[in-house]
Every structure is written in C-alpha cells, then in structure tokens.
C-alpha cells in the first residue's frame, strides 16, 4: 500500500542504476571483484561496446531533501562531499570492505562511523566517478522503528 492508500501491485520489478565508466576494466574488477558484485549478464557490440550487468540484490530509491542530504554529510565525513547522486551498499562488514575497496584502488573519504541512525557508514570515490557509501546496519529494521525519529511516512 502507498501513503496515499493506492492498493494496486507495484509496476517496477527492477532498479538499475546505468553508469558510463571511462575505464571499463578497472570498474568492472572493482565492483565485481573487490565489492563482489555478481555478474548477472555481460553484452558485447561492434566498435568495442561492452556492458556489464552486476546483481546489487535488493534496491531501493532513497529520495532526500537537500537539508537531510546535508546533514548525512556532516555526520558520515564531517563536510559536505558528496554531488546530487551518491550510491549505498549494505554489506556485512563495513571495515573489511572499506579496507578491500580502498586495496583496491577507491580513495577514502571517511573511515567507518556509527550513525545516529545505528549504522557503520564509510564514505569513498569509486571508479567511474561514483562517490560511494558502504554501510553495516547494526540494528533490525524492527528495532530501528521503535527509536524516537524512525518511523515511517506512510
């Protein structure tokens, strides 16, 4: 059911986020090999047109104001950092991650942080100019719902 109370099934069945990456192999090894992306599918073209398609598993759309957006800046980096678009991973060990991508080539913006928000949030720049989070939830989505501020819109 949506906010406005629509009882009709969702339309979309998949978020694919299309990202144009200047040095093709370099993103590819980053995030299939260093985040551990899986590869889903992988086309070739004439003139040299590669693509590749990494499962993310689960997607979501996180829509934030330019305050909220600030503010989430401030407590995961301490400045503002990140352009309009910025990618989030859920991953199961925000260090161990962040130490891996950084191996592999992302600069560190900002070392693991737990946030008020009870997450292990790392910021770094990926290939293809992407500006990246990687965040550990250290709480259940049940348990994040009882804290004061955490509830939904709908």
């Known amino acids: 059911m949506t906010a406005q109370g629509d009882h009709r099934p969702p339309t979309v069945r ?8 200047d040095d093709y192999d370099a993103a590819v090894a980053f995030f299939r090999d260093a985040l551990g992306l899986p590869e889903q599918a ?5 003139d040299g047109a590669r693509v590749v398609i990494l499962d993310a598993g689960r997607a979501t759309l996180e829509l934030a104001n330019p305050a909220q957006k600030r503010m989430i800046d401030e407590v995961e980096v301490g400045r ?20 891996r991508l950084v191996a592999a080539g ?25 500006h990246l989070t990687v965040f550990q939830e250290l709480l259940t989505p049940e348990e994040r719902g009882t804290r004061n501020g955490f509830g939904t819109d709908a």
Do not use: I
């Open 80 to 99: 503002q950092v990140a352009p309009r678009l910025r990618v989030a991973f859920e991953v199961d060990d925000s260090r161990a991650v962040t130490d």
């Open 42 to 46: 992988a086309y070739s073209g004439g």
């Open 14 to 21: 998949q978020l694919r986020l299309v990202v144009e990456a």
């Open 106 to 130: 992302a600069t560190e913006v900002a070392p693991p942080t737990v946030t008020p928000w009870q997450s292990l949030n790392a910021r770094l720049d990926g290939p293809a100019g992407l």
